[in-house]
């Protein structure tokens, strides 16, 4: 939700359209924010890991549930839904390492850990290519919502595996977007989220996606059906994770979603 609701993908730039669902009067962001500020020593990325690791349930459930209503009183405020993840993912982790190894594809990522930044992409070129290929389409799509694609790294304090996964994970997260048309307000970051869970089946994608839709969903009408969608795309559409999209930069964005499977929500 950069990511918005940003995971696993996410900026911290702000958009009007995730304003719009900010506490409704300058008292009540007042009071979400001396409650964030109460806990943000809690629930910083180190101490999350800390707590996944070795803390107990009831420290992890607390812990978590900081972190989700803090992301619902500020969309914008991504670093939480990093801190979810770390959280209630742990479970479905080995699961989903099994499934990405299993795949050559995988196997090579996680022997080579390519990163998707400015220090291993060229972005001047992705911009130079037409905005029909995946690589043009996503370079605007970064450019056009002041997106920065550095932001997303390794969490602190993790093995080197799961680190890395959780990095790329992170940093395909607006890949993603541009794979789904999804957009980046409330609506297409719920969207992705359950997108995300027919993917993966991680938890922290389902929670995210149901906080919001409690949280917005009288406001954004249609949210629930537009999930439900979203979810039934991400069952559909090839397992993503292991995918080298950094090697389909050149190719028309309408053929890479025909190879794998993905019908765009504008579509």
């Known amino acids: 939700m950069h990511e918005t609701f940003r995971s696993a993908t996410v900026s911290t730039t702000e958009s009007p359209e995730m304003h719009e669902h900010a506490p409704a009067t300058q008292g009540g962001e007042a009071r979400a924010a001396r409650r964030r500020a109460g806990r943000t020593q809690a629930i910083d990325e180190a101490s999350a890991v800390r707590i996944a690791l070795g803390g107990t349930p009831v420290e992890r459930a607390r812990l978590a549930f900081d972190a989700l209503r803090d992301l619902l009183d500020d969309p914008e405020d991504t670093s939480r839904v990093f801190v979810l993840g770390l959280l209630v993912s742990r479970r479905s982790y080995p699961h989903f390492l099994a499934r990405l190894t299993l795949d050559d594809r995988g196997a090579r990522l996680l022997r080579e850990q390519p990163s998707i930044d400015s220090q291993s992409v060229d972005f001047a070129a992705l911009r130079a ?39 790329r994970m992170r940093q395909v997260h607006d890949l993603w977007h541009v794979l789904t048309g999804y957009d980046t307000d409330v609506r297409g970051e719920v969207a992705l989220q359950a997108f995300t869970f027919g993917q993966t089946g991680t938890p922290s994608a389902l929670l995210i996606a149901l906080g919001a839709l409690l949280r917005f969903g009288r406001q954004e009408r249609g949210m629930l059906p537009l999930a439900v969608d979203g979810f039934r795309r991400g069952r559909s559409a090839a397992f993503l994770p292991p995918v080298w999209l950094e090697e389909m930069w050149e190719r028309p964005l309408d053929e890479v979603r025909r190879e794998l499977g993905i019908v765009p929500a504008a579509a």
Do not use: C, I, M, N
Not at 133 to 159: I, N, S, W
């Open 129 to 167: 290519l037409p905005a029909t290929t995946l690589g043009g389409a996503y370079a605007r799509h970064l450019e056009e919502r002041a997106l920065d694609p550095d932001v997303f790294q390794a969490p602190p304090g993790l093995p080197e595996v799961p680190a890395y996964v959780a990095k």
